[in-house]
């Protein structure tokens, strides 16, 4: 059960990081960097056109895109900030769309052919779609819902960027903190479930 937390970790990352990234360039926004995990990629990366496609070895800690004037201010009309509310929503919630809709079809699947690796993919994939897209913390697809265009109606674009800038990379730091932590405190758990699927 651990390989297949593992395994299903590892897609669901993959999923919900291409979708923001098709999403983006569906809309018109330069995406700088797709990496799943975080870290130096020593494992792999490439360039094509203008993004740079990596695999680091913190793989498991998830992943992300870096998109183009995302926390920053710029003038180029293929930054995120820059963006329409309504394309700057369409990224950030296609992640976690992805990860509910490839869920739900993994469950459904599973519980059909009664296979328990696919509907432990589901119901992961699921719970991670649907925690990123609560406003849990900013460097979360929710916050990027709610606190960044709070932060840019109370403090103006450029001090709003900054300063949801800050909060971002504060609470990325304490995401993956917890993630860390949490990974001992998982282990039983999903051999507990293992054992009785």
Not at 84 to 106: D, E, F, Q
Not at 119 to 141: E, K, M, Q, R, V
Not at 161 to 178: M, Y
Request: charged share 15%; aromatic share 10%; with cysteine.
């Amino acid at each position: 059960m651990i390989i297949a937390f593992l395994i299903s970790l590892i897609i669901t990352v993959i999923l919900h990081e291409a979708a923001h990234l098709i999403v983006a360039k569906k809309c018109g926004c330069g995406v700088i960097k797709y990496s799943i995990g975080f870290g130096k990629p020593i494992l792999f990366s490439k360039k094509i056109g203008d993004t740079i496609y990596q695999l680091t070895p913190w793989i498991f800690l998830g992943g992300y895109c870096e998109l183009k004037g995302e926390l920053n201010t710029t003038e180029d009309k293929d930054a995120f900030i820059n963006l329409p509310y309504r394309k700057k929503l369409a990224i950030v919630v296609a992640g976690c769309v992805i990860n509910i809709i490839t869920g739900i079809i993994a469950s459904i699947v599973g519980l059909l052919i009664n296979n328990t690796w696919v509907s432990f993919f589901g119901y992961l994939s699921i719970l991670l779609g649907i925690t990123n897209l609560l406003p849990l913390a900013p460097c979360l697809d929710g916050g990027y819902i709610v606190y960044y265009p709070l932060s840019l109606k109370i403090w103006g674009i450029e001090k709003g960027t900054e300063i949801f800038n800050k909060a971002v990379k504060i609470s990325l730091i304490i995401v993956i903190a917890l993630n860390i932590l949490s990974i001992p405190l998982l282990i039983p758990l999903i051999l507990s479930k293992g054992l009785t699927w």
